[in-house]
């Protein structure tokens, strides 16, 4: 049996999909995480929650701690937010999956859970860290 790139679990970590959002809308990273209340940059930061509620396995406290908010329920709203305005407006959900395709191609192997599934099925793997060759035992 061999292991295919759909078996190891990818992850990315929140810093890097605020610093891809801020580079897409073209605002520092920090102004992102201010408590600014202006719709151009509320934008952004909104979808950096959605992503990190999708595409890394943090709690909505710990999104709420990354984003300097004192609760959840922002972390909520926001997500709902993106969910909304994804389905009403085609400009917003075309930039929702540029976003996507960026926080995408930037997703690593997680290095422990993929120790551990090669572990599980007696197999070795490169010095590189990839899927290239992965020999069954």
Same mark, same amino acid.
């Given at each position: 049996?061999?292991?295919?790139?759909?078996? &190891?679990?990818?992850?990315?970590?929140?810093?890097?999909? !605020?610093n891809i959002v801020a580079d897409y809308y073209k605002i520092p990273a920090d102004v992102i995480k201010n408590n600014c209340n202006r719709s151009e940059i509320v934008k952004p930061r909104y979808i950096?929650?959605?992503?990190?509620?999708?595409?890394? =396995? !943090?709690?909505?406290? +710990? &999104?709420a701690n990354n984003f300097n908010y004192k609760d959840h329920s922002s972390i909520i709203y926001a997500y709902k937010s993106v969910l909304k305005m994804e389905r009403f407006d085609s400009a917003?959900?075309?930039?929702?999956? +540029?976003?996507?395709? !960026? &926080?995408?191609n930037t997703e690593i192997y997680d290095e422990e859970k993929l120790y551990g &599934?090669?572990? +599980?099925?007696?197999?070795?793997? =490169?010095?590189?860290?990839d899927i290239c060759e992965t020999v069954i035992i």
């Open positions: 049996m061999r292991l295919t790139e759909q078996d &190891i679990i990818k992850i990315v970590k929140p810093e890097t999909i !605020l950096a929650i959605y992503y990190c509620r999708t595409k890394t =396995n !943090l709690k909505v406290v +710990e &999104i917003y959900r075309q930039e929702l999956k +540029e976003i996507g395709t !960026l &926080i995408s &599934i090669f572990q +599980e099925n007696d197999c070795y793997y =490169n010095d590189k860290r």
